[in-house]
């Protein structure tokens, strides 16, 4: 809850593939944080080359590094309708939270993508998230675990 805005979460949006997705994610990215798209785009499929950062069950968390990045934000959306994401459960993707660090923040990276993977491994709130009828109440459904996770 401390890296992801209300403005940066979207119930139902429709993309059709992970370049779309990637390509959304760096552009409310970039407006949040006054940094460039396309380095936030280089830096999230440099992650994707690596390995996909689908994680199964229909969930994805892209992530990246960008050295102009000046605090670490998030973008969280909700698909309309699943996309392939070479995910290695072989599942669309529908749950997207992406991270975006400072380039030299090696642990804080870590720290957030462990808490938001603890998060979207509990079964009834990946079902709340994905019966969310509005961006207001996708956000407070993850504030709400973040909260429960940083008891």
């Known amino acids: 809850s401390d890296i992801l805005a209300p403005e940066a979460t979207f119930c139902s949006l429709a993309l059709s593939s992970k370049k779309k997705i990637i390509e959304k994610v760096s552009e409310i ?13 280089e830096s999230l499929f440099a992650s994707e080359r690596l390995g996909t950062t ?13 050295e102009s990045c000046n605090k670490t934000t998030a973008v969280f959306i909700l698909l309309e309708e699943p996309v392939d994401y070479d ?7 529908d749950i997207i939270f992406s991270i975006l660090v400072p380039e030299n923040a090696d642990a804080e990276q870590l720290k957030s993508l462990a808490e938001i993977a603890k ?10 998230i994905r019966h969310a009828h509005c961006s207001e109440a996708l956000f407070e459904i993850i504030v709400k675990a973040s909260d429960k996770v940083n008891k």
Do not use: K
């Open 29 to 41: 990215m970039a407006e949040a944080i006054d940094c460039s798209a396309q380095d936030i785009y």
């Open 54 to 66: 689908g994680l199964g069950n229909g969930i994805a968390i892209p992530h990246g590094r960008v």
């Open 87 to 93: 995910a290695p459960d072989g599942q669309p993707v």
């Open 119 to 128: 998060i979207l491994s509990e079964p009834t709130l990946v079902s709340q």
